[in-house]
């Protein structure tokens, strides 16, 4: 049995990094150029697994070089892989991403390509089942939408990361437990222009247990139905931001496995993604628990 398990994006990523952004119609020399997975599902599963959930991805990978590359890098970090279709004939979900040293900011360009869809079988409705928590980020939408409807008929958690506008996907909204928007989600979709009232219009028409609102270097809000709270970031000297966001909905399923309550699970989360800035690549960065309890006791935090 797998604690935590995810439907979602896995993307084959190149990062390059740069003393600044190019200016357009000019040539500029690389300081680093690395492959690594990337992805909002697949990476907050590895940041669960490296904090010691037990985590499997769901889904299918073409059986290309950047297939075959996220499938060995999931199991680099632990994630099953036992619920992956590997497809011929497909190509992957790719992109390449930009880091500026300058700035400490990125800039991603993106090929969702030809992706193999999957059906989700028996197997893979079962690991649903047997699962505390299922992630879900709006990519792959009718498979997140099966298996949230397989995972809510079981007593599963449904983290939704939504941190994109997809076309549809207020079919996967009202299957959220934990819903963790992006500050850019949560105002755009509800259409007002402060997160504390998006927060609580989200929490209100789809009924969530807990609406969670990341605000990147401030932090975030956190709204159960009574009051609405700010949780903080963590000043840190970033080299990457890249994934910060897709680590922290990571670290939070790991804490709600840990049976924390929501508001320590965001402490947790932000102090997880605040380190895996300090180091190049979504995956590679994420600290261990270990480093994150030091990392909050050392700014008088204990957990």
Same mark, same amino acid.
Request: some cysteine; aromatic content about 10%.
């Given at each position: 049995?797998?604690?935590?398990?995810?439907?979602?994006?896995?993307? @084959?990523?190149?990062?390059?990094? *740069?003393?600044? @952004?190019?200016?357009?119609?000019?040539?500029?020399?690389?300081?680093?150029?690395?492959?690594?997975?990337?992805?909002?599902?697949? *990476? %907050?599963?590895?940041?669960?697994?490296?904090?010691?959930?037990?985590?499997?991805?769901?889904?299918?990978?073409?059986?290309?070089?950047? =297939?075959?590359?996220?499938?060995? $890098?999931?199991?680099?970090?632990?994630?099953?892989?036992?619920?992956? $279709?590997?497809?011929?004939?497909?190509?992957?979900?790719?992109?390449?991403?930009?880091?500026?040293?300058?700035?400490?900011?990125?800039?991603?360009?993106?090929?969702?390509?030809?992706?193999?869809?999957?059906?989700?079988?028996?197997?893979?409705?079962?690991?649903?089942?047997?699962?505390?928590?299922?992630?879900?980020?709006?990519?792959?939408?009718?498979?997140?939408?099966?298996?949230?409807?397989?995972?809510?008929?079981?007593?599963?958690?449904?983290?939704? $990361?939504? =941190?994109?506008? @997809?076309?549809?996907?207020?079919?996967?909204?009202?299957?959220?437990?934990?819903?963790?928007?992006?500050?850019?989600?949560?105002?755009?979709? *509800?259409?007002? $222009?402060?997160?504390?009232?998006?927060?609580?219009?989200?929490?209100?028409?789809?009924?969530?247990?807990?609406?969670?609102?990341?605000?990147?270097?401030?932090?975030?809000?956190?709204?159960?139905?009574?009051?609405?709270?700010?949780?903080?970031?963590?000043?840190?000297?970033?080299?990457?931001?890249?994934?910060?966001?897709?680590?922290?909905?990571?670290?939070?399923?790991?804490?709600?496995?840990?049976?924390?309550? @929501?508001?320590?699970?965001?402490?947790?989360?932000?102090?997880?993604?605040?380190?895996?800035? *300090?180091?190049?690549?979504?995956?590679?960065?994420?600290?261990?628990?270990?480093?994150?309890?030091?990392?909050?006791?050392?700014? %008088?935090?204990?957990?």
């Amino acid at each position: 049995m797998n604690e935590i398990v995810g439907i979602g994006a896995n993307v @084959y990523d190149t990062l390059i990094t *740069t003393p600044f @952004y190019p200016i357009e119609d000019t040539k500029l020399r690389a300081t680093h150029v690395k492959e690594c997975g990337g992805g909002p599902c697949a *990476t %907050g599963l590895v940041a669960s697994s490296k904090l010691g959930a037990s985590a499997a991805y769901i889904g299918a990978l073409a059986k290309d070089s950047g =297939g075959e590359f996220l499938l060995a $890098d999931m199991k680099r970090f632990g994630v099953s892989t036992d619920f992956v $279709d590997m497809v011929e004939g497909k190509s992957s979900f790719s992109s390449y991403i930009v880091l500026s040293e300058e700035s400490a900011s990125r800039t991603c360009v993106f090929n969702k390509a030809n992706l193999p869809n999957f059906e989700i079988d028996e197997k893979k409705a079962d690991a649903i089942r047997s699962a505390q928590v299922l992630m879900v980020d709006g990519n792959e939408l009718d498979n997140a939408v099966k298996g949230a409807k397989i995972a809510k008929e079981s007593g599963t958690k449904v983290l939704y $990361d939504a =941190g994109g506008l @997809y076309e549809g996907i207020e079919k996967l909204l009202p299957y959220s437990d934990i819903l963790i928007p992006s500050e850019e989600f949560a105002l755009g979709h *509800t259409g007002v $222009d402060n997160a504390e009232d998006a927060a609580k219009i989200l929490f209100e028409k789809y009924k969530p247990e807990i609406v969670v609102i990341t605000q990147g270097k401030k932090g975030g809000i956190i709204f159960g139905g009574e009051k609405v709270e700010k949780y903080p970031a963590f000043l840190v000297d970033a080299v990457d931001s890249n994934g910060s966001g897709d680590v922290f909905h990571g670290a939070f399923a790991f804490c709600v496995t840990m049976g924390y309550n @929501y508001y320590k699970a965001c402490v947790v989360s932000s102090a997880v993604s605040a380190l895996k800035c *300090t180091k190049l690549g979504a995956r590679d960065g994420v600290p261990t628990f270990e480093e994150t309890i030091k990392f909050l006791k050392e700014r %008088g935090i204990d957990v």
